[in-house]
């Protein structure tokens, strides 16, 4: 770890002009980005600890909801109206990670939090989005737990996190401040593939600030998580489908599936939904749906499993929410 | 007083048996349980220590080569940074379990990447760490193979019996299977850590460490210091697993430290440098070859396994231990193989060996079953020798058979020939397996001082250590057992080179070892009793603090008179074991949940049932057993350590990504503990069971995975992956998934 210096931001202009100068650093729940640290893979020359801005609160937002930045994941995941009306959410919530960490980790740390790439998290190894022209480590190597969807010869590294997948299936928005203008973002463009510039994970610029996530108007249906990993708790996901899933009349009225683990940000592709809707559940037409998600999908050797495991993944999910019999 | 015993004949006599204090085998918790849980046992690192500076271990990242230039100024200048310690005597492998000399050095000479090299030492924790990334430095690389199937094998050992091609060809059934494992780490909970001290030419040492006699010797021999020079205190070891066995980098380097400085250091590796640079257990490439009768009767037997470790290390992962004598089989096949290759030092990690050495002739049992169309309980029991195969030696004892019966009533196992796909809930698929389990039994020489104090309480000392294993506890009750004292009014002082040599832990070894040594020094304290009051050894009973023979009682205080008595037992192995194959036994049941889609596979309950000889304490043997089937799971299905293709450096380095089993992946476990008494095995007629319950639990999952989905899997661990492709492959053509 280097020496930096530690600031507390009062308020959030505070925060957001704090931010935007050069080598610093938001501090929130300080799971990542403490860890990251301490391996030196972050070496933020100031930290701004954003922990006491009142970004906490979880409230009505019309008829949605609007989870605060700094919520903690716990606060979310049980909160009143997230089980009864966004359950998959509080599913993927409680599908990451441990008690502990959820009980320090926040909305806005969850969202910004790194990839869990083993080149990535040893100061000593080639990787690209650690140290931008250095190669990538990953890709002749350990690509177990890597993307098979939207890489980029730069970096095949996934976003690691769950509670965005989820995000990602309600079309959840990211409010977003800085000292000059707020804006909103949707989750699902929130994230970025790696492209060129593998070192930016997000669209988030110096001095932006994270101040909540908004849920839309509850939309009911099934809503499912599924995350497969080889130990059943605090692993993250080598493979995570969130579904929010209606039916009537035996046909798809709503099917907004978003995927965990499979690329640098939670995929969701809008053309799964279009063959969806309307149609009659079948293993066959789950099988086109998946068709459509791993079209271009390219795996590295040790990460060629994940394409059938997607597959598969995602049949489980829609044969668990339409009773659809394998 | 010093009672001395080479054990060359088997001790029938089970002392332990007639002496009625009824404390040997009781289910007592741990003396020190309390102070471990409330935190306020205090471990290496955690000494308080006056002007104690902090050193952080700096590696390289070099496969191999060597250091031609440390450049101390570089760091010098940095706030808190007091010196760079770059000695010779750096050592950057752990030296090997009983080593008693030094590790490989210098340090300088880089054998695998993330060798530690050199350390900084600052003020403070903080400050050495970010000195020790910034330390300059010049050096020298070479191209090194990495992966074992790339370079040419050394044999290490085999055995040749008939003609195993042969009884193959000429077989009814056969199986003939290459099953891999790959690389564990011991994973302990606290990581290497040392405090030195050095005053007036002479060193103390807070460390973790399994081993003191030994590691005495092999520190003191790194530093060019006598022995006796040299002390080491252990009086708690946060988990070793192997890992502790021999002396590692951190204890060298802060004892350099120390030396150099005139000054107290600690060094606590990191998690990541625990996981890179202390022994791993090598990765495995196995081969089974059975060949049977039409009835299941083993006619050969052929395991073959290649492993490997650095060039210039002896040690080999012993798999074949337990072939050698587990099951029958006329004609025989084993050997082992050795690459040289320069991934981290391999060597003991729990129960090396046939930790996975039997799961793979488990699976391999179990696929012959299927052939014969037999349940695999009943080819087990056929096939179970009547001497060892190979030298004809009888067993001292074997609960084999008791375990696997008694395993299976309590499992409620349905014997029949496996058919997988038998049970689905929802999407799971749900299977049972079987397999034997068996683990070589050791005894190491092992001193120990027992006093009886004038108010008639007895003091234990050696410097054995207590890795978490209730060493603690067993001691005090063979004492107990011994003098007639209930467990509180024994203290059992542990973990310092101070006090007599006993046998350190591993290989299981502690118990039996230290146990006999404790067990003459307190026949040495009875008979000087006996001699007192003027009868024989035999007809003194020592019972709740009072002395009693034909004709009258003495309380123990009155006996001695104001006094203490004191008496050093010295346990030496001997000849009792020449002509025998002594051994604990076991068997393992599981009960898995498949997942159809994905291939996770979840363990639903396991049952193990094991004979080791004597039960010191009902509970701390439990617990290790417990700890033994939580370790199957995890080489069963999540462990690996991941090494890159390109330099060999181990990828998953922290808790986060070598995946142990967490709580939810560790169902109900049932434990059952068959009693017996090995006169061979030692004076106490104890064997160890330390690493016993994982001694081939791995393969009873694997044969429940079978048996469930139908999916031979044959790499460990059975990640959802291969679990799922190996589905795929033996799906039937009508199934969909
Ligand atoms: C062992 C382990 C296992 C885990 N397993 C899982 C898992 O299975 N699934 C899962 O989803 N997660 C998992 N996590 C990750 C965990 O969810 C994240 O560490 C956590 O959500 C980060 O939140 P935080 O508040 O602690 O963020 P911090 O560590 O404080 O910050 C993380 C990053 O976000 C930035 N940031 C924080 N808040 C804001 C804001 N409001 N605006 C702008 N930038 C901000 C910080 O600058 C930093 O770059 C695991 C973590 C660990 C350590
Ligand atoms: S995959 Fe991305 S994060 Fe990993 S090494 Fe390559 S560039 Fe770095």
Same mark, same amino acid.
């Not at chain 2, 770059?86 to 695998?112: H, I, K, L, N």
């Given at each position: 770890m280097r020496p930096f210096d530690y600031q507390r931001a009062e308020r959030l202009e505070h925060a957001a002009q704090l931010t935007g100068e050069p080598d610093t650093l938001a501090l929130a729940g300080g799971t990542n980005l403490v860890d990251l640290m301490k391996l030196q893979v972050e070496t933020p020359q100031t930290l701004v600890d954003i922990g006491r801005l009142s970004l906490g609160t979880i409230a009505e937002d019309g008829e949605g909801l609007r989870i605060g930045a700094l919520a903690t994941n716990t606060a979310t995941a049980v909160h009143p109206r997230v089980l009864a009306d966004y359950p998959v959410l509080a599913r993927a919530i409680l599908a990451g990670a441990t008690q502990q960490l959820r009980n320090k980790a926040t909305t806005g740390g969850n969202l910004c939090q790194r990839t869990r790439c083993y080149y990535f998290t040893n100061i000593d190894q080639p990787c690209n989005k650690r140290e931008p022209g250095s190669g990538c480590g990953a890709i002749k190597g350990i690509a177990r737990i890597h993307a098979v969807l939207g890489t980029s010869p730069q970096c095949i590294a996934? &976003?690691?996190?769950d509670m965005a997948v989820a995000m990602a299936a309600l079309d959840a928005s990211v409010e977003i401040a800085s000292e000059r203008r707020s804006r909103t973002v949707p989750v699902r463009n929130f994230h970025r593939l790696p492209g060129d510039t593998p070192e930016k994970d997000n669209v988030l610029e110096p001095g932006?600030?994270?101040?909540a996530v908004t849920l839309p108007a509850p939309v009911g249906g099934v809503q499912l998580y599924r995350k497969v990993r080889e130990r059943s708790s605090y692993a993250f996901a080598l493979c995570s489908v969130a579904a929010v899933v209606d039916l009537e009349e035996g046909r798809f009225t709503r099917a907004d599936l978003a995927f965990g683990g499979l690329a640098h940000k939670p995929w969701h592709d809008p053309r799964i939904a279009d063959l969806l809707i309307g149609s009659e559940p079948s293993l066959a037409l789950f099988d086109k749906a998946a068709d459509l998600l791993l079209e271009g999908a390219e795996s590295y050797g040790e990460n060629d499993f994940k394409i059938p495991l997607a597959r598969r993944t995602l049949a489980a999910v829609l044969c668990e929410a339409t009773g659809v019999e394998p | 007083m010093t009672v001395h015993l080479k054990q060359d004949a088997p001790d029938n006599r089970d002392v332990l048996d007639g002496t009625g204090q009824g404390v040997i085998g009781a289910p007592l918790p741990r003396p020190e349980g309390l102070m471990k849980v409330t935190g306020t046992a205090t471990y290496a690192a955690e000494y308080a220590v006056e002007g104690c500076l902090e050193g952080v271990l700096v590696t390289v990242p070099v496969t191999r080569g060597e250091v031609l230039s440390i450049d101390e100024h570089s760091v010098l200048t940095m706030p808190g940074v007091v010196a760079v310690i770059s000695d010779e005597r750096m050592t950057g492998r752990p030296a090997q379990g009983m080593a008693g000399e030094a590790p490989f050095q210098p340090a300088q000479e880089v054998c695998y990447w993330g060798q530690p090299v050199a350390l900084v030492v600052a003020d403070t924790f903080e400050q050495a760490r970010d000195a020790a990334k910034h330390l300059a430095m010049e050096w020298r690389s070479e191209d090194a193979p990495i992966d074992p199937a790339s370079v040419e094998t050394e044999e290490d050992e085999s055995t040749l019996q008939g003609d195993l091609a042969h009884a193959m060809a000429e077989a009814a059934h056969s199986v003939d299977v290459v099953i891999t494992t790959e690389g564990h780490a011991s994973a302990a909970m606290e990581p290497h850590a040392a405090l030195a001290q050095w005053n007036d030419g002479a060193l103390t040492v807070h460390a973790s460490l399994q081993m003191l006699k030994f590691n005495r010797a092999e520190l003191a021999d790194s530093l060019g210091l006598e022995e006796e020079q040299v002390r080491l205190l252990s009086? &708690?070891? @946060?988990?070793?697993?192997?890992?502790?066995?021999g002396v590692s980098q951190e204890v060298v380097a802060a004892s350099l430290a120390a030396m150099k400085l005139g000054r107290p250091v600690r060094v606590v590796m990191s998690r990541q440098q625990v996981f890179q640079t202390v022994e791993r257990r090598s990765e495995t490439h196995q081969r089974i070859r059975l060949a049977a009768d039409a009835e299941g009767k083993l006619t050969g037997f052929g395991h073959e396994a290649l492993v490997s470790n650095l060039p210039g290390e002896t040690f080999a992962e012993p798999v074949l231990q337990s072939s050698q004598f587990l099951y029958a089989g006329e004609n025989r096949l084993l050997k082992l193989d050795l690459a040289r290759i320069h991934r981290m030092t391999a060597g003991s990690v729990r129960a090396p060996g046939e930790a996975v050495g039997v799961q793979t002739v488990e699976q391999a049992m179990d696929m012959l079953a299927e052939k014969v169309g037999m349940d695999p309980i009943e080819l087990r029991l056929r096939n179970i020798p009547e001497v060892h195969p190979a030298k004809g030696t009888p067993f001292s004892s074997r609960k084999l058979a008791e375990c696997l019966r008694e395993g299976a009533a309590a499992f409620g196992w349905e014997p029949r020939p496996r058919a997988p796909r038998h049970t689905r809930e929802g999407e799971w698929w749900i299977g049972t397996g079987v397999a034997s389990g068996a683990r070589v039994h050791f005894v190491e020489e092992a001193k120990a001082r027992v006093t009886l104090r004038p108010d008639g309480t007895a003091l234990v000392e050696t410097d054995m250590t207590d890795i978490g294993t209730g060493t603690y506890a067993i001691l005090g009750q063979v004492a107990g057992e011994m003098l007639g004292?209930?467990?509180?009014?024994i203290e059992v002082r542990l973990g310092d080179t101070d006090l007599p040599p006993g046998s350190g832990? @591993?290989?299981?070894? @502690?118990a039996a070892s230290c146990g006999s040594a404790v067990f003459l020094a307190c026949q040495g304290l009875r008979e000087q009793l006996a001699k007192r009051l003027n009868v024989g050894a035999d007809e003194l009973a020592l019972k709740d603090g009072f002395a009693r023979w034909d004709g009258g009682e003495k309380a123990l205080p009155e006996l001695l008179g104001g006094e203490p008595l004191e008496c050093t037992g010295h346990f030496e192995p001997g000849a009792s074991t020449e002509d025998l194959t002594v051994s604990s036994f076991g068997a393992f049941f599981a009960e898995v949940a498949v997942n159809r889609w994905t291939g996770e596979t979840r363990v639903r309950r396991m049952t193990g049932a094991f004979g080791f000889g004597r039960v010191l304490n009902a509970r701390t043997a439990r617990s290790q057993c417990l700890g033994g089937l939580t370790w199957c799971i995890g080489n069963a299905l999540t462990e690996s350590l991941l090494f890159d293709p390109?330099? @060999?450096?181990?990828?998953?380095?922290?808790l986060a990504e070598y995946h142990v089993p967490v709580n939810r992946d560790v169902p109900d476990l049932e434990v059952l503990l068959l009693e017996e008494r090995d006169a061979a095995a030692s004076p106490i007629q104890a064997k160890g069971v330390g690493e016993l319950g994982l001694c081939g639990g791995a393969g009873a999952i694997a044969n429940a995975i079978y048996d469930a989905c139908g999916a031979r899997v044959f790499a460990y661990p059975m990640t959802p992956d291969r679990v799922m492709a190996a589905m795929e492959s033996s799906r039937p053509p009508s199934e969909s998934t």
């Amino acid at each position: 770890m280097r020496p930096f210096d530690y600031q507390r931001a009062e308020r959030l202009e505070h925060a957001a002009q704090l931010t935007g100068e050069p080598d610093t650093l938001a501090l929130a729940g300080g799971t990542n980005l403490v860890d990251l640290m301490k391996l030196q893979v972050e070496t933020p020359q100031t930290l701004v600890d954003i922990g006491r801005l009142s970004l906490g609160t979880i409230a009505e937002d019309g008829e949605g909801l609007r989870i605060g930045a700094l919520a903690t994941n716990t606060a979310t995941a049980v909160h009143p109206r997230v089980l009864a009306d966004y359950p998959v959410l509080a599913r993927a919530i409680l599908a990451g990670a441990t008690q502990q960490l959820r009980n320090k980790a926040t909305t806005g740390g969850n969202l910004c939090q790194r990839t869990r790439c083993y080149y990535f998290t040893n100061i000593d190894q080639p990787c690209n989005k650690r140290e931008p022209g250095s190669g990538c480590g990953a890709i002749k190597g350990i690509a177990r737990i890597h993307a098979v969807l939207g890489t980029s010869p730069q970096c095949i590294a996934t &976003y690691p996190g769950d509670m965005a997948v989820a995000m990602a299936a309600l079309d959840a928005s990211v409010e977003i401040a800085s000292e000059r203008r707020s804006r909103t973002v949707p989750v699902r463009n929130f994230h970025r593939l790696p492209g060129d510039t593998p070192e930016k994970d997000n669209v988030l610029e110096p001095g932006e600030i994270i101040t909540a996530v908004t849920l839309p108007a509850p939309v009911g249906g099934v809503q499912l998580y599924r995350k497969v990993r080889e130990r059943s708790s605090y692993a993250f996901a080598l493979c995570s489908v969130a579904a929010v899933v209606d039916l009537e009349e035996g046909r798809f009225t709503r099917a907004d599936l978003a995927f965990g683990g499979l690329a640098h940000k939670p995929w969701h592709d809008p053309r799964i939904a279009d063959l969806l809707i309307g149609s009659e559940p079948s293993l066959a037409l789950f099988d086109k749906a998946a068709d459509l998600l791993l079209e271009g999908a390219e795996s590295y050797g040790e990460n060629d499993f994940k394409i059938p495991l997607a597959r598969r993944t995602l049949a489980a999910v829609l044969c668990e929410a339409t009773g659809v019999e394998p | 007083m010093t009672v001395h015993l080479k054990q060359d004949a088997p001790d029938n006599r089970d002392v332990l048996d007639g002496t009625g204090q009824g404390v040997i085998g009781a289910p007592l918790p741990r003396p020190e349980g309390l102070m471990k849980v409330t935190g306020t046992a205090t471990y290496a690192a955690e000494y308080a220590v006056e002007g104690c500076l902090e050193g952080v271990l700096v590696t390289v990242p070099v496969t191999r080569g060597e250091v031609l230039s440390i450049d101390e100024h570089s760091v010098l200048t940095m706030p808190g940074v007091v010196a760079v310690i770059s000695d010779e005597r750096m050592t950057g492998r752990p030296a090997q379990g009983m080593a008693g000399e030094a590790p490989f050095q210098p340090a300088q000479e880089v054998c695998y990447w993330g060798q530690p090299v050199a350390l900084v030492v600052a003020d403070t924790f903080e400050q050495a760490r970010d000195a020790a990334k910034h330390l300059a430095m010049e050096w020298r690389s070479e191209d090194a193979p990495i992966d074992p199937a790339s370079v040419e094998t050394e044999e290490d050992e085999s055995t040749l019996q008939g003609d195993l091609a042969h009884a193959m060809a000429e077989a009814a059934h056969s199986v003939d299977v290459v099953i891999t494992t790959e690389g564990h780490a011991s994973a302990a909970m606290e990581p290497h850590a040392a405090l030195a001290q050095w005053n007036d030419g002479a060193l103390t040492v807070h460390a973790s460490l399994q081993m003191l006699k030994f590691n005495r010797a092999e520190l003191a021999d790194s530093l060019g210091l006598e022995e006796e020079q040299v002390r080491l205190l252990s009086p &708690y070891v @946060g988990g070793g697993f192997g890992s502790k066995l021999g002396v590692s980098q951190e204890v060298v380097a802060a004892s350099l430290a120390a030396m150099k400085l005139g000054r107290p250091v600690r060094v606590v590796m990191s998690r990541q440098q625990v996981f890179q640079t202390v022994e791993r257990r090598s990765e495995t490439h196995q081969r089974i070859r059975l060949a049977a009768d039409a009835e299941g009767k083993l006619t050969g037997f052929g395991h073959e396994a290649l492993v490997s470790n650095l060039p210039g290390e002896t040690f080999a992962e012993p798999v074949l231990q337990s072939s050698q004598f587990l099951y029958a089989g006329e004609n025989r096949l084993l050997k082992l193989d050795l690459a040289r290759i320069h991934r981290m030092t391999a060597g003991s990690v729990r129960a090396p060996g046939e930790a996975v050495g039997v799961q793979t002739v488990e699976q391999a049992m179990d696929m012959l079953a299927e052939k014969v169309g037999m349940d695999p309980i009943e080819l087990r029991l056929r096939n179970i020798p009547e001497v060892h195969p190979a030298k004809g030696t009888p067993f001292s004892s074997r609960k084999l058979a008791e375990c696997l019966r008694e395993g299976a009533a309590a499992f409620g196992w349905e014997p029949r020939p496996r058919a997988p796909r038998h049970t689905r809930e929802g999407e799971w698929w749900i299977g049972t397996g079987v397999a034997s389990g068996a683990r070589v039994h050791f005894v190491e020489e092992a001193k120990a001082r027992v006093t009886l104090r004038p108010d008639g309480t007895a003091l234990v000392e050696t410097d054995m250590t207590d890795i978490g294993t209730g060493t603690y506890a067993i001691l005090g009750q063979v004492a107990g057992e011994m003098l007639g004292l209930v467990p509180d009014d024994i203290e059992v002082r542990l973990g310092d080179t101070d006090l007599p040599p006993g046998s350190g832990s @591993g290989g299981s070894v @502690g118990a039996a070892s230290c146990g006999s040594a404790v067990f003459l020094a307190c026949q040495g304290l009875r008979e000087q009793l006996a001699k007192r009051l003027n009868v024989g050894a035999d007809e003194l009973a020592l019972k709740d603090g009072f002395a009693r023979w034909d004709g009258g009682e003495k309380a123990l205080p009155e006996l001695l008179g104001g006094e203490p008595l004191e008496c050093t037992g010295h346990f030496e192995p001997g000849a009792s074991t020449e002509d025998l194959t002594v051994s604990s036994f076991g068997a393992f049941f599981a009960e898995v949940a498949v997942n159809r889609w994905t291939g996770e596979t979840r363990v639903r309950r396991m049952t193990g049932a094991f004979g080791f000889g004597r039960v010191l304490n009902a509970r701390t043997a439990r617990s290790q057993c417990l700890g033994g089937l939580t370790w199957c799971i995890g080489n069963a299905l999540t462990e690996s350590l991941l090494f890159d293709p390109v330099d @060999g450096h181990l990828a998953n380095c922290d808790l986060a990504e070598y995946h142990v089993p967490v709580n939810r992946d560790v169902p109900d476990l049932e434990v059952l503990l068959l009693e017996e008494r090995d006169a061979a095995a030692s004076p106490i007629q104890a064997k160890g069971v330390g690493e016993l319950g994982l001694c081939g639990g791995a393969g009873a999952i694997a044969n429940a995975i079978y048996d469930a989905c139908g999916a031979r899997v044959f790499a460990y661990p059975m990640t959802p992956d291969r679990v799922m492709a190996a589905m795929e492959s033996s799906r039937p053509p009508s199934e969909s998934t």
